[in-house]
């Protein structure tokens, strides 16, 4: 079945760091995929999504590209703030699993000053 | 757009009672609404899958008697903990998915304490 799995944190950062987050993906079908992020204390927000090769998403200076090739969905910023430390979690959907989200574990970031 | 609400946002109730939790899109229509589970330090563990007018899909290992889910209407999903217990306490998250759409919107989550 599909799998998303994501590097394992927490990832800990000086601010203005750059950042990038790893996460792969199986599925068998043509997969949507996602960041979410968790703020401290708050609901799951959606970050960024991508819903076919090659497609980039971004947000907040946020940014992951499609990768079919190497079925990959890495989140990346340039310059990373303490208002950014957060848990973060990729995640697919398709078809296939009637739209059902599949989660990667999550990874803790944390921004230093 | 795409809002959606759950009620309440925490509660604390003691071992033995049942607890209703209310799942809302507030502007559009969802079919299929989803409830999560999630433990400190974890990920989203999904609960089950709830469509409007039939019975809700539960996942393995979660008890369909403990956990009553009734999605009575294209807006409004419920989740009851029935005789709750300490270890029923979590973080209790909904999701909803627009009729004709991939993409779920979540709702900020219920904290339960069970005491």
């Known amino acids: 079945g599909d799998s998303v799995t994501q590097m394992e944190g927490p990832v800990t950062l000086s601010e203005e760091a750059c950042l990038t987050i790893n996460c792969t993906y199986t599925a068998t079908g043509y997969p949507s995929l996602f960041w979410y992020v968790q703020y401290p204390g708050e609901g799951l927000q959606l970050l960024l999504k991508?819903?076919?090769a090659d497609d980039k998403g971004s947000n907040k200076g946020f940014e992951a590209t499609y990768r079919k090739e190497t079925t990959s969905f890495h989140l990346e910023k340039g310059s990373v703030q303490v208002s950014d430390s957060a848990v973060y979690f990729c995640a697919l959907s398709d078809l296939d699993s009637n739209y059902q989200l599949i989660w990667g574990a999550g990874t803790k970031l944390i921004i230093k000053p | 757009g795409a809002v959606v609400s759950q009620h309440p946002s925490w509660v604390i109730c003691k071992s033995g009672t049942s607890v209703k939790i209310e799942c809302r899109s507030l502007?559009?229509?969802?079919?299929?609404m989803f409830w999560y589970r999630q433990f400190p330090k974890q990920s989203l563990m999904l609960m089950a899958t709830?469509?409007?007018?039939?019975?809700?899909?539960?996942e393995q290992g979660v008890e369909k008697d403990k956990f009553l889910i009734n999605h009575a209407s294209l807006t409004l999903s419920t989740l009851t903990v029935t005789s709750a217990h300490p270890e029923d306490s979590s973080f209790y998250i909904c999701s909803a998915l627009p009729t004709s759409s991939y993409e779920q919107y979540f709702g900020p989550g219920t904290r339960l304490t069970v005491t």
């Open positions: 709830s469509n409007e007018g039939s019975k809700a899909t539960y």
């Open positions: 991508a819903t076919k």
């Open positions: 502007d559009f229509q969802a079919t299929t």
